[in-house]
């Protein structure tokens, strides 16, 4: 990638709005920018400046006669941010218009006739990481906070780019740098007597290692949910309160509700964002014997929705005494993550035979259950946190020192864990450290390609495209 031009892009997203931004980056930002600005001060490095939108009557037009004297297309509010202090660090020049589609795209038209070129995407953030501005992770994180659903995640990410997970790794990288450079002092200096370690403290420090290093990994559970969020099905037989469940889950109207059995043919699904994390709720048919083909159909997708979700809602009528379909779909859900909801509790409970500590699983690893009325609101919030520990919320203190919410950080953690793993049974089988080195240095390169110390062009060009064009 050529990083001595200067690249344009709109930097909001398309449509119509009050404001919309042209960004441009490059050493010939503000040379490209002025002929087509006519403003009431100068540029300022760090301010932002009052002026006008103009059209130039040619390429060279910049005298202050042509200036005054060049059409007006609209109203602008010009920011200059001169390098190295800026995102990119370089040059960079922000126009900030109305939103008209026709007004944004015309800027761009302009500097591109004075020699800016089009950006790319991800251009902008893959320029700040190449000069140094930024690392991988951090860049990766300015992704995850523009796709951000709810606050937690843009929280997450937030901590990301503040290089969260970077501090979390340094430590475990200069251990084993510290222990690679001891060795190879040894290797490369043995005729001047250095001494080389024993292996059982080489054991102690592959271990001191490994412990974090299995700990992040450990992370990628929650962090995952956090970054993708999760699915969960609402099953039961007909007439249990799926549906009014749901709709209080939902905070809205969403699923159709009447007395009669069986309202419920297809699924009905809503994203909602449970303690920060997004969460698709899926309110299925009632589980029962069929009385007609549409009925059959949605039981069908109701179980294929079972069988798909992460976690499983099983609502069940507290008013009642369990009956075999409700047996049938507990079965089911063993050794599964699963919450058990006896709904109607408003209602008479005298019938109720199965009673069991409200939010608590038994010895035999089964869903814990939880007391709901979907009609009064009642146990719904308690339902919420259940929810929320089900799916690992205890996790979220780790926010605080960095966690794995990405696939690629995953599997580079997983490969260094695996290459510790060899470096270790090479100190047991008494492998010459020269060996044993090549296996370190296993562990290092992955945790490099996290934070973008070594990595690849084309995995570079895979993580920027998914960028938005603009950022």
Do not use: W
Not at 51 to 80: F, M, N, P, Q
Not at 301 to 307: G, N, V
Not at 319 to 332: F, M, R, Y
């Amino acid at each position: 990638m050529n990083l001595d031009d200067t690249i344009v892009a709109i930097a909001t997203p398309p449509g119509r709005g009050g404001i919309g931004v042209v960004r441009l980056a490059g050493p010939d930002a503000k040379k490209i920018a002025q002929p087509m600005l006519r403003l009431k001060h100068d540029l300022e490095a760090g301010r932002a400046a009052f002026g006008e939108l103009i059209e130039a009557a040619h390429e060279d037009a910049g005298t202050e006669a042509e200036r005054s004297a060049a059409t007006r297309i609209d109203e602008v509010v010009v920011t200059y941010y001169a390098k190295p202090h800026s995102y990119t660090t370089d040059d960079i020049i922000e126009v900030s218009a109305h939103g008209s589609p026709v007004v944004l795209h015309h800027i761009v038209e302009l500097a591109m006739a004075r020699g800016a070129r089009l950006a790319e995407p991800g251009e902008f953030t893959m320029r700040a990481f190449l000069n140094g501005r930024i690392d991988l992770t951090q860049a990766e994180a300015v992704r995850d906070l523009i796709d951000s659903q709810t606050l937690y995640q843009a929280k997450v990410a937030a901590q990301q780019l503040e290089g969260a997970l970077s501090r979390r790794l340094q430590p475990i990288k200069q251990k084993l740098v510290e222990l690679i450079a001891t060795l190879e002092a040894g290797v490369d200096f043995a005729e001047d007597d250095v001494s080389v370690l024993p292996a059982a403290q080489i054991l102690q420090r592959i271990a001191a290692i490994r412990a974090p290093l299995e700990e992040l990994a450990a992370s990628f559970a929650y962090g995952k949910l956090v970054h993708e969020g999760l699915t969960l099905a609402i099953v039961g037989r007909p007439n249990v309160g799926k549906s009014s469940l749901f709709n209080r889950l939902v905070e809205r109207e969403r699923a159709i509700v009447t007395a009669m059995p069986g309202t419920t043919r297809d699924l009905v699904s809503e994203t909602v964002a449970i303690g920060g994390i997004p969460v698709k709720l899926v309110d299925t048919a009632g589980i029962r014997r069929a009385l007609d083909e549409a009925e059959s159909i949605g039981i069908r997708k109701s179980m294929e929705a079972l069988a798909d979700a992460d976690l499983v809602l099983v609502v069940v009528d507290s008013s009642q005494a369990l009956v075999a379909e409700d047996q049938q779909l507990l079965s089911q859900v063993e050794g599964r993550s699963a919450i058990v909801v006896e709904n109607k509790s408003d209602l008479n409970q005298t019938a109720h035979s199965h009673p069991a500590e409200h939010g608590s699983a038994d010895e035999n690893h089964k869903p814990p259950r939880v007391q709901t009325s979907a009609t009064t609101g009642e146990g719904i919030s308690e339902l919420r946190s259940e929810i929320l520990r089900q799916v690992g919320g205890a996790a979220r203190e780790e926010s605080e020192s960095g966690f794995l919410t990405n696939l690629r950080h995953q599997e580079r953690v997983r490969e260094s864990l695996t290459a510790l793993a060899a470096a270790e049974v090479a100190v047991r089988n008494k492998v010459p450290h020269e060996m044993l080195l090549l296996d370190l240095y296993n562990v290092l390169r992955p945790l490099d390609e996290i934070t973008g110390a070594t990595t690849a062009d084309d995995i570079l060009n895979l993580i920027f495209s998914t960028f938005c064009i603009g950022k």
